[in-house]
């Protein structure tokens, strides 16, 4: 997997040499060792950013990691929030020089490269968000955003992923996604991995949706039946 994470930090690099064009959604194909096709998706949002490797043909998590990114010149900086294979990397910087024009990455001096999927549009949930309250009952429940246990969610403009972990104990929770649409108050979620169960690759989900304050309210029922009533919160 040393290989899988320069080659997500590679991503975030190029990414990083032009803002405008490095928000959005990116993909890049491989073959396992057992001759499966990989699809590999980086999401970038203004600040963060998330890589996952999944079989292309039957949903099934291999990997993700992600935290933070900046751009100085052509050097990508990523600092790792969250991997699901070396918890060792969590809260460590590294850098990388990459290019990138409109529609690929190249990490320079690997030969890696990854193809546009969108530039952030139509995106009407573009960006991070993170888990920041519960409606039960008709009652409101708030949580600190700035604890180390988080629920993030990256959407670019057709692609979402959500990630649960905790950077102070570096446990990973759990992470799903896929591509999704905003229409006509509806969010519906086209699940192409999940790292709990592989058998949720192919279900769709709709939930209501709205924007108010800033605040993103969800509400709907989850991947097992279950009422959720979420408010999510940009992350700064």
């Given amino acids: 997997m040393k290989k899988l994470a320069l080659f997500t930090i590679s991503f975030f690099v190029y990414f990083t040499i032009n803002a405008q064009s490095i928000i959005g959604a990116w993909e890049s194909l491989s073959v396992s060792e057992s001759g499966k096709q990989l699809k590999h998706i980086v999401i970038f949002a203004d600040g963060y950013q998330v890589l996952t490797t999944y079989e292309a043909d039957t949903g099934k998590f291999i990997h993700t990691n992600g935290g933070t990114w900046k751009l100085e010149g052509d050097i990508m900086t990523e600092k790792v929030e969250f991997h699901t294979d070396n918890a060792e990397l969590i809260g460590t910087e590294s850098n990388f020089k990459v290019r990138l024009t409109d529609n690929e990455i190249e ?3 690997t030969g890696m490269t990854m193809k546009r999927i969108d530039n952030g549009s ?24 700035n604890r180390p246990r988080k629920t993030m969610k990256i959407l670019s403009g057709t ?60 509400s ?17």
């Fill in 159 to 218: 692609r979402f992923q959500w990630i649960a972990y905790n950077t102070e104990t570096k446990e990973f929770k759990g992470t799903g996604g896929g591509t999704y649409t905003t229409k006509n108050g509806k969010y519906t979620e086209n699940i192409e991995f999940f790292s709990r169960d592989n058998s949720k690759a192919g279900l769709s989900l709709e939930f209501n949706y709205d924007l108010i304050d800033g605040k993103w309210h969800h």
């Fill in 107 to 109: 990490v320079v001096d």
């Fill in 122 to 145: 139509p995106g009407k949930l573009r960006g991070a968000w993170l888990m920041s309250g519960r409606i039960r009952d008709g009652k409101t429940q708030l949580r600190d955003t």
């Fill in 220 to 236: 709907g029922s989850s991947s097992k039946g279950q009422p959720i009533n979420e408010i999510w919160s940009v992350r700064e």
